[in-house]
Nanobody
Framework: QVQLAESGGGLVQAGGSLRLSCAAS????????MGWFRQAPGKEREFVAG????????DYADSVKGRFTISRDNAKTTVYLQMNSLKPEDTAVYYC????????????WGQGTQVTISS
């Protein structure tokens, strides 16, 4: 059974940085993408960043390009989200997710980690 565990959230001031981690377990993740999403209060969940497990191809939402960096450690089956120059509008619960099949939509989700940016 796939399990995803996020960590690293917290409260920081605007302009600060945080690094989120997502530890994945339960199967092999070769050729699978992994993504970070977020959901702010009263808003729908939105895509933040994604990375292919093999090859490292990345994708970002326009709102975070140049500020956030997604990376992965295949040996540890962990994906990271380095968030710099944080803004109050980045405040949200951040989730990592993985598809159940290669090329499919994101089906497995972690429990989320709260990120709060104060102005």
């Amino acid at each position: 059974q796939v399990q995803l565990a996020e960590s690293g959230g917290g409260l920081v001031q605007a302009g600060g940085s945080l690094r989120l981690s997502c530890a994945a377990s339960g199967r092999t993740f070769n050729n699978y993408a992994m993504g970070w999403f977020r959901q702010a209060p009263g808003k729908e969940r939105e895509f933040v960043a994604g990375i292919r497990w093999s090859g490292g191809t990345t994708d970002y939402a326009d709102s975070v390009k140049g500020r956030f960096t997604i990376s992965r450690d295949n040996a540890k089956t962990t994906v990271y989200l380095q968030m710099n120059s944080l803004k109050p509008e980045d405040t949200a619960v951040y989730y990592c997710a993985v598809p159940s099949r290669v090329g499919g939509g994101y089906d497995y989700w972690g429990q989320g980690t709260q990120v709060t940016i104060s102005s």
